[in-house]
């Protein structure tokens, strides 16, 4: 595992066995523990990205927030396709 950090600014990169993740992440220390606050991490194992932050999460696009996938879920709830609009 590598670690390359600047102020609040962390880039970890974890090839151990089993394992093949980067993670771009800003800490805050809290009580003398770093904490993560925000963090991007790619996952070449599960092929997977997740995305996290303490506080919010802001989308701002000028046109349209498309999403794609076979399945989409907000706070574990199947959002169903439909055509009709949601108001």
């Known amino acids: 595992m590598s670690v390359f950090g600047r102020g609040p600014f962390r880039l970890v990169v974890d090839t151990r066995e089993d394992q093949s993740i980067m ?3 800003i800490v805050k220390e ?3 523990v ?3 606050i925000v963090w991007l ?3 070449s194992e599960t092929n997977s990205a997740q995305l996290y932050a303490a506080n919010s999460i802001g ?3 000028g ?3 498309d999403i794609t996938a076979s399945a989409v879920q907000i706070l574990g ?3 169903v396709p ?3 609009p949601i108001n």
């Open 34 to 36: 770093e904490e993560d």
């Open 41 to 43: 991490e790619l996952n």
């Open 63 to 65: 046109a349209v927030v």
């Open 77 to 79: 709830r199947k959002v």
């Open 59 to 61: 989308i701002e696009a």
């Open 23 to 25: 993670k771009i992440k």
């Open 30 to 32: 809290l009580n003398g």
């Open 82 to 84: 439909s055509s009709k």
